[in-house]
């Protein structure tokens, strides 16, 4: 009889709203385990917001120092500092870095040096690292001795894959990306001084014009398109739920609206985890829920002039933090890396 294949071991920096969504999906599932949580929140507060957000709360417990749930135990430990936490006591085969904060090559060697054989940033590098990995678009270029890695963000990864979707299909003069994204934790609900004068303005009150880092990774993973895709964003008063606007020059002018489209329907028909797509007017907190890296919008599509075509795709952090699961399970299969 074959041995029953042992889960992944999972240590978690950061029980933000992803680093929740990360344990949520894993206690639904067998073949991921979190093991140690550290955050600098009260424990008991922090397992608070987690039953708050789940359909079913009775099943998370704080026992002591240990947050229960369906499949096991996880350790909460009370910091954020990636040097801070002895990974290898916990035998960890990963650990995910979710609090957005630490995001240099420096900071998240920590955590190897920490005793993970391996840390998977939830976001953006501001430097060079092993790999930014993003299921759908690149995933055959993992290697076994990547120990850095990014899974891009929720907006990187959804643009990522739109673009690989349509550049594989038709040659791709330009794109212009614009994210409407939902405000985030780190922007104030109040005017507060901060250290940029549009952030800080109140998100709840304000469309906070911003900028997006993703046009400066999308050629590490996309190199045809280096020089040819610009980003921005905009931040909206509304808690959950994004949107992407993209308008794409074609080299081909007989790209037709309904090209494009079919084009979406047919790798999402193959990549159903990956991509769906609505053929309803829907809005954004129709995307809420959903855990693709995207939804896209096919009534929205428009041809403006002989070769740009507008578009739009819907996505939310929950399809990130499951998409950061993919990833992690991903190397699991590629092995331990080498010392």
Request: charged share 20%; hydrophobic share 40%; with cysteine.
């Amino acid at each position: 009889m074959e041995k029953e294949k042992a889960p992944l071991r999972v240590g978690l920096m950061g029980f933000g709203q992803i680093g929740r969504m990360i344990y949520q999906i894993a206690a639904e599932n067998s073949d991921a385990e979190i093991v140690a949580i550290a955050d600098i929140g009260e424990p008991h507060i922090l397992t608070y917001l987690l039953k708050s957000e789940s359909d079913t709360p009775e099943a998370f417990t704080l026992d002591g120092n240990y947050l229960v749930g369906p499949t096991g135990r996880a350790r909460m430990l009370q910091t954020d500092a990636p040097n801070e936490v002895p990974w290898d006591a916990f035998g960890v085969d990963l650990v995910i870095e979710a609090t957005g904060k630490f995001r240099t090559s420096h900071d998240l060697e920590q955590h190897l040096e920490a005793g993970s054989p391996r840390v998977l940033l939830r976001t953006l590098p501001v430097d060079r690292i092993d790999r930014i990995l993003v299921p759908g678009v690149n995933e055959a270029s993992a290697q076994a001795s990547d120990r850095i890695i990014s899974a891009g963000s929720a907006t990187f990864s959804a643009a990522a894959l739109m673009l690989k979707t349509i550049s594989d299909a038709a040659p791709i003069e330009c794109a212009s990306i614009t994210s409407i994204h939902s405000y985030s934790s780190d922007q104030p609900v109040q005017d507060y001084a901060g250290s940029d004068y549009r952030r800080s303005r109140s998100a709840a009150e304000n469309i906070i014009p911003n900028t997006h880092e993703a046009g400066l990774w999308l050629p590490w993973l996309l190199p045809q398109l280096e020089g040819r895709v610009t980003t921005s964003a905009l931040n909206v008063p509304i808690q959950r739920g994004s949107l992407l606007d993209l308008s794409i020059a074609f080299k081909d002018p007989g790209m037709t609206v309904e090209r494009v489209n079919d084009c979406i329907r047919s790798v999402a028909k193959a990549q159903p985890s990956l991509i769906k797509v609505s053929e309803d007017p829907i809005v954004s907190s129709d995307v809420i829920g959903q855990s693709c890296t995207l939804l896209f919008d096919a009534p929205g599509t428009i041809k403006a002039g002989q070769r740009i075509v507008k578009l739009l795709a819907w996505y939310e952090n929950l399809g990130h933090a499951a998409r950061l699961l993919d990833v992690a399970k991903l190397y699991a299969q590629l092995g331990r890396s080498p010392s």
